[in-house]
């Protein structure tokens, strides 16, 4: 238990970055815990949650609504504070890596602005926060909305287009930057299954394209399994970690590696520890 | 053998052209049945009037308006002259004032909890037990008219743009936090914006009630203006110039409506969310 509810903001953040083991950690959660308090009671969202991403992975953070995974994901990006407990991204603490803009986020409902065109939607992150001009190696607006298929598009106001697009243009605005952290909060929540499972193979694709670490967060099985090298799943009220499972796909893997014995052991694995959770 | 008649297959041709048929029909009649209902009512206005025998200074029959409107178009033009002034200056003006405040009060929570209550109670006052006060204040000219005009638009623009400008998705705001965008990169890229489908709704609004602002504000000891003439033509019991005179100041409301819905199109391009 966190009972020191001390700030978070100064804690020797690169010490516990050493303490990874293989690989330098893009994430380090210890001990982060959340309470949200109201009029009628104190909520425990978060208890004592404590893990690692390694720079350059893909981790899935699953469990059932409630389990406070939207909260662990805005302690990250430094929108909610913790109550105890410290996050260092990159050896620094979430407000730095904020400012220094290594962060990407990508909301449930794609949050575009209505009355941007998609290419000035995916501009915005370039125009606020006394962000430097992209440098030359950098991708473009337009080079990103190509990467996520959306080429001939840039023009259409978000009204115009299907969610899956609306989506694939937040994506797009998150990579702006070349953040090497990007934190995506159920991205594929609201959309239909086809179009989800499209967009899980490119969001792979994507990744090992730009090798940006990244977490993610959803409440489906197959997605968290397909997606991450490693799937935290969340045991709810109060929310804290209740295993870290490894998946070890195959890195150019399909869909169809949901067909595979390896694949249906680790979804049953997952069920069992959710259903336990 | 199956006796089920089959219909034969036209095919896409066919179809798209009984589909521009239906369109066209539907078009046609949307546009024609707006005049058939104005003319219903004239027609019954006009059967009502000659079929009761009623005297021409209790209501005039439509001819005798329109006799009036061709005959005394000069004495109308001159007195809608000065309200539409008074109506346009109060609109700029009072929504002018909306807008900053509306701003200030964003910006600044402890303000709104000062006054926004004040302002609620001042909007309780009827128009027609302000303009006495407004009158006796600014005299007899062109300017309590005008401060009339500019106080009935207040109102429901600062309540909009105050709603406008608060009701921003708050996913965005947090995509903002995490850009580390300043509180005036917050405003200007999105409150503001977001706030204009509002801002539209409730100029909408203010551009008839501006005109009736106006007009009350000319009732009260004016020679000149639409709502003067109302009052003279009533005291003279000339029904015509009466109706004549409405006939040209809701023409003006309307005009004046008409060209906001116009800049609106021109400005919130996109779909307003809902």
Redesign the interface.
């Known amino acids: 238990m966190a009972m020191a509810a001390t700030s978070n903001a100064d804690l020797p953040a690169a010490g516990r970055a050493t303490a990874t083991t293989n690989g330098r950690a893009a994430i380090t959660c210890a001990g982060v815990t959340v309470r949200f308090v109201t009029d009628r009671r104190t909520v425990t969202a978060l208890d004592s949650v404590s893990f690692e991403v390694a720079e350059g992975s893909f981790l899935t953070v699953l469990g059932p609504s409630g389990c406070g995974k939207s909260t662990l994901l805005?302690v990250v990006?430094?929108?909610v504070m913790p109550s105890g407990g410290a996050v260092t991204i990159l050896g620094g603490t979430p407000k730095q890596a904020?400012?220094r803009?290594t962060?990407g986020?990508v909301?449930q409902?794609a949050?575009l602005?209505?009355?941007r065109t998609a290419i000035a939607n995916v501009e915005?992150?370039l125009?606020?926060?006394?962000?430097p001009p992209l440098a030359p190696g950098e991708p473009t607006p337009s080079e990103l909305l190509t990467l996520v298929g959306l080429k001939g598009w840039e023009n259409a106001?978000?009204?115009e287009l299907s969610g899956g697009m609306r989506q694939r243009v937040s994506i797009a605005r998150a990579l702006v930057g070349t953040p090497q952290v990007l934190l995506m909060d159920e991205p594929f929540g609201a959309l239909d299954e086809i179009t989800r499972d499209h967009l899980n193979e490119e969001l792979l694709k994507i990744w090992q394209k730009m090798r940006t670490t990244i977490l993610f967060v959803t409440h489906s099985i197959y997605e968290a399994t397909f997606l991450g090298q490693q799937v935290l799943v969340l045991a709810a009220n109060p929310g804290r970690v209740r295993e870290i499972v490894t998946t070890d796909l195959p890195a150019g893997r399909g869909l169809d590696v949901r067909e595979t014995e390896r694949f249906v052991r680790l979804t049953a694995q997952l069920r069992q520890l959710l259903r336990a959770a | 053998m199956t006796d089920v008649a089959i219909m034969p297959d036209d095919g896409v041709a066919a179809d798209e052209a009984a589909y521009r048929a239906i369109r066209r029909r539907l078009q046609w009649r949307r546009r024609v049945m707006p005049f058939v209902g104005v003319v219903g009512v004239l027609a019954a206005w006009a059967g009502l009037v000659y079929g009761l025998e009623v005297p021409p200074f209790i209501a005039p029959s439509p001819q005798a308006v329109a006799h009036t409107l061709v005959l005394k178009y000069d004495l109308l033009m001159r007195n809608l002259t000065p309200t539409a002034i008074e109506a346009v200056a109060g609109f700029l003006l009072g929504n002018l004032a909306a807008i900053t405040i509306a701003t200030v009060f964003v910006h600044n929570k402890m303000m709104e909890e000062a006054f926004f209550p004040v302002v609620v109670l001042v909007n309780t006052i009827p128009v027609v037990a302000k303009a006495p006060i407004l009158v006796l204040l600014f005299g007899n000219g062109m300017e309590p008219k005008i401060a009339i005009a500019a106080l009935v638009c207040f109102f429901p623009t600062l309540v909009n743009m105050v709603r406008g400008l608060e009701s921003v998705n708050p996913q965005a705001i947090e995509l903002m936090r995490i850009l580390s965008a300043s509180k005036r990169e917050v405003f200007f890229k999105i409150r503001v914006h977001n706030s204009l489908p509002y801002l539209f709704s409730a100029l909408k609004i203010a551009a008839s009630t501006a005109v009736i602002g106006a007009i009350v504000g000319e009732w009260i000891g004016s020679t000149e203006g639409i709502g003067a003439l109302i009052i003279q033509a009533t005291y003279n019991f000339d029904s015509a110039l009466l109706y004549a005179t409405v006939i040209v100041g809701s023409s003006f409301s309307v005009l004046f409506f008409l060209a906001i819905s116009m800049a609106e199109r021109l400005v919130v391009r996109w779909h307003a969310p809902e």
Do not use: I
């Open positions: 805005r990006a430094d929108l904020r400012q803009r962060l986020f909301f409902d949050a602005l209505p009355w915005l992150p125009e606020v926060g006394g962000r106001y978000p009204h």
